[in-house]
């Protein structure tokens, strides 16, 4: 993965605190206004470290087996579909070369490339939203758009994922 951005805001009315926070993909670290450079570079540092350890411990349980992928695709098909997208199966496979996910409505199963247990739990969500949706409208229509668009991350997950894809020169797409 690229690494993220970064911008480190000095204050001189904070004293001691330091403290760090996601603005979609800027890692954002509030210093006091004294700090050195060096001290600077180490606390940014660190607080990458706190706050990737912190996601790491968040990671979406649906990251862990293909049970935990159809259990969350319920929990999603419930919240922002009225519960009306029921896929029979819901697995992990070998990453994919074109796309993030795949969606057979036929036999109503969602295959999820393995390059997604990265990405955190909000834009795997929109993906098995976004499959989801599949289930109830199979093409790329307006009715399918807004299906999708229930999902309140929807246009984040989007950027999150074309910048991914883009940074690891991937060539991915949605479908």
């Not at 509030?30 to 060096?38: D, E, F, H, V």
């Not at 299906?147 to 479908?175: C, F, H, K």
């Amino acid at each position: 993965m690229a690494q993220p951005l970064v911008e480190v805001r000095r204050s001189k009315r904070r004293t001691r605190t330091i403290t760090a926070y996601r603005d979609g993909d800027t890692l954002v670290v509030l210093i006091p206004a004294r700090l050195s450079k060096a001290e600077e570079a180490h606390w940014v540092t660190e607080m990458q470290r706190r706050l990737l350890r912190g996601e790491t411990k968040r990671r979406a349980p649906s990251k862990a087996s293909d049970t935990a992928l159809l259990n969350r695709c319920a929990e999603l098909s419930a919240r922002h579909l009225g519960g009306r997208a029921v896929p029979k199966s819901v697995r992990w496979v070998p990453a994919m070369r074109t796309r993030w996910a795949s969606c057979t409505p036929a036999d109503a199963s969602i295959r999820v490339s393995e390059r997604l247990r990265e990405v955190p739990g909000w834009v795997l969500d929109y993906v098995l939203v976004h499959e989801l949706a599949h289930l109830l409208e199979s093409a790329h229509n307006t009715r399918f758009w807004g299906l999708v668009r229930n999902y309140p991350r929807t246009d984040r997950a989007i950027g999150y994922l074309e910048g991914l894809s883009t940074a690891a020169g991937w060539g991915m797409t949605e479908d």
